[in-house]
Each structure stands twice: as C-alpha cells, then as structure tokens.
C-alpha cells in the first residue's frame, strides 16, 4: 500500500519562505514522477510543479515559476517543494502527488491527473 505523509507547512507572512517534504512509502520511488498540487477553499486545484523520476525534466506552473522549486532524494524516498517569496494567494493546502504510470513526462494536465495524494499540508500566508 502506498502512503504519502506530507509536511512542512505554516502560518508565514508575505515574503517568507518554507519547505515542504513529502515521504512516499509502498512503491519504488525513483520509477515515478512526482509533483505537487494546491487548493485553497472554493477554488479549483491548482497543479503548481513536476518532477520526472530522475529529476531530469520539471515542470512549474506560471503562478509560481521563479518562486517555487522543486526537488527529489531518490535515497529518501522524498519529495521537497522550496516555496519562496509567499505571497497571500498561495495560501492554499499543498498536496504532494505520484504519477499513475513508471517514468512518465512532466506536464499540467499530468499533474493533474496523478493517482496517489497525501492527506495535505497547509500553507498560510497573510498580508
């Protein structure tokens, strides 16, 4: 069984940064590709970033390209998501997400549609 523990969120201000960390367990961590989506209350999800298997290919979305950044230990079996320069429209709960299929590409609609969620992290900004 696969399980996803996300972790790392916070109550920040503007302009902080945080790490989040995302531990998957059950499978071979280093066939998927990885990623992260976002959702904040009555709003639709939002996938922010990918990651291929071996961390050659990534993918932002343009709401964070240049702020966020993500990254993976294969060894861990990790996965970490830098957040810099918050701003309050990130607020939203972070969930990290694992592809459906072994060495698959990086794109939004993929990210999208990836099979296996943690329980969330929530991230906080205020002005």
């Known amino acids: 069984q696969v399980q996803v523990v996300e972790s790392g969120g916070g109550l920040v201000q503007a302009g902080d940064s945080l790490r989040l960390s995302c531990t998957v367990s059950?499978?071979?961590?280093?066939?998927?590709?990885m990623g992260w989506l976002r959702q904040a209350p009555g709003k639709e999800r939002e996938a922010v970033s990918c990651l291929t298997a071996m961390g050659r290919s990534v993918w932002y979305s343009k709401s964070v390209k240049g702020r966020f950044t993500i990254s993976r230990d294969n060894a861990k079996s990790t996965l970490y998501l830098q957040v810099n320069s918050l701003k309050p429209e990130d607020t939203a709960m972070y969930y990290c997400v694992v592809d459906r299929e072994t060495y698959g590409w990086c794109s939004e609609s993929r990210t999208n549609d990836f099979g296996v969620w943690g329980q969330g992290t929530q991230v906080t900004v205020s002005s």
């Open positions: 059950g499978l071979t961590f280093d066939a998927y590709a």
